[in-house]
């Protein structure tokens, strides 16, 4: 992986937490809900065809280059990367959800936002939802 991709990706997610930390009060979120992140996370990797594959190469790409890796973080990257609220996520249909992501891996493709893991190349999107399978996974 390239020193411009890491570093972009380094300044994405830097940005994005920072939006997130000065935002979190508008992400629909009950902290009573003892569902929460779990449910959301199960929302996204339904959209995941084989999620042992999927895992493997979340696994071997936060060893490469490891996020804020808890999954509240990523679910919350998600929303914000899809331009979604958590509450969104919650309710938005598997269909759409799963046009959504496809249309957001595409987008990172035509923006160079792209990283490589054992020879793939890989949307940002599908790195951070491969990355929480491997959360789920080793949970």
Same mark, same amino acid.
């Given at each position: 992986m390239s020193t411009a991709i890491t570093r972009r990706l380094a300044i994405g997610l830097l940005v994005g937490f920072s939006v997130l930390q000065s935002r979190i009060g508008s992400f629909g979120v009950d902290p009573d809900d003892g569902g929460f992140p779990r449910s959301l996370t199960n929302r996204l990797l339904g959209t995941v065809s084989n999620l042992d594959s999927a895992a493997e190469i979340g696994?071997?790409?936060? +060893?490469? #280059?490891? #996020?804020?890796?808890? #999954?509240?973080?990523?679910?919350?990257?998600?929303?914000? +990367?899809?331009?979604l609220s958590v509450r969104d996520i919650r309710t938005i249909g598997s269909d759409a959800l799963g046009s959504l992501i496809k249309d957001t891996v595409r987008e990172d493709f035509r923006n160079d936002r792209v990283g490589s893991v054992d020879g793939w190349i890989l949307s940002h999107t599908e790195l951070r939802l491969y990355s929480l399978a491997a959360i789920v996974r080793a949970a």
């Open positions: 696994r071997q790409y936060l +060893d490469m #280059e490891p #996020e804020p890796g808890s #999954e509240l973080h990523l679910v919350h990257r998600f929303a914000l +990367d899809l331009g």
